[in-house]
């Protein structure tokens, strides 16, 4: 059939076009909202009210610096830094350390332990937030960012567990039987021969976990109490309900906390392109 639309040359401009036009219609889908939520943040409540799609008749660049100072955002922000980084550090470490050890350690646990983790992705927040809050309240860390990061990387863990094995999987044992011939250790090896050649994984690992962590909102929401301890998220959530019934605090607040992650995906798409697409074909 491929062969038939390559030949024909009617239906391969057919077939251009209708990709063309399937990826200019994804496009206006994913960018259209982000564009009336940007010009309907500089408007005042009672004229989104009026009419929602209309553009601002004037700029109302007020409702950023209300909705930065009501809802403590700079406090927030610093908050999901705070989870994104530390949790994605711990999990990529360990990810990484595990993928070495299931991926050229062959005891007969190994398959076992590997599918351990594996079933780890069909577990949902959800289905253990009940637990996991009796838990941490039992074990006397509830409403604390302990709580909060170990809950992050215990649910990362088997996607990147994952993406760890497979592509280690895939580096020659020759490179660790020369560095074990010269005399360095299992944990030498990992460091210094395992971990630079997984680079392009590991960038992908990082991305990947960093993107998950700042965008969570149901373990903070749950595991937290006090405004101290919030995400951007969960206070961004806060603006929907009680905090407050305006429409424009609470576009601000959206663009404020979307603008990061639009800046990150900026920088970093490329490494994400790459380390994703060799972390999946290698085995």
Do not use: C
Not at 52 to 78: D, E, K
Not at 193 to 209: D, E, G, H, K, S
């Amino acid at each position: 059939m491929s062969s038939t639309m390559i030949d024909n040359p009617r239906e391969l401009l057919a077939w251009r076009i209708f990709s063309y036009v399937f990826m200019v219609a994804f496009t206006v889908l994913t960018i259209a909202p982000l564009v009336w939520l940007g010009y309907s943040s500089l408007k005042p409540h009672p004229e989104i009210v009026r009419n929602i799609f209309s553009l601002p008749t004037t700029i109302h660049v007020r409702n950023y610096t209300v909705a930065w100072q009501r809802g403590q955002l700079g406090m927030l922000m610093a908050n999901s830094v705070y989870y994104a980084v530390v949790a994605t550090t711990i999990s990529v470490i360990l990810a990484l350390a595990a993928g070495y050890g299931l991926a050229k350690f062959n005891y007969r646990i190994s398959a076992l332990v590997y599918t351990f983790f594996i079933m780890g992705l069909l577990v949902t927040a959800h289905s253990v937030l009940v637990p996991l809050f009796v838990m941490a309240t039992r074990a006397g860390v509830a409403d604390t960012r302990f709580a909060v990061v170990v809950s992050y990387v215990g649910f990362g863990l088997p996607f990147l567990i994952y993406l760890a094995t497979s592509y280690i999987k895939g580096i020659p044992g020759a490179l660790e039987e020369s560095a074990r011939i010269d005399g360095a250790t299992y944990l030498q090896i990992f460091w210094h021969v395992i971990r630079p050649i997984a680079a392009p994984v590991v960038a992908t690992m990082t991305i990947f976990a960093f993107l998950a962590n700042w965008n969570e909102f149901v373990f903070v929401f749950v595991l937290t109490s006090r405004q101290a301890l919030r995400s951007l998220p969960v206070g961004v959530n806060a603006f929907a309900g009680g905090m407050s019934r305006d429409y424009g605090l609470l576009f601000a607040a959206l663009v404020i906390a979307t603008i990061p992650m639009i800046l990150f995906y900026l920088f970093f798409h490329e490494h994400l392109k790459r380390g994703f697409a060799a972390g999946a074909i290698k085995e």
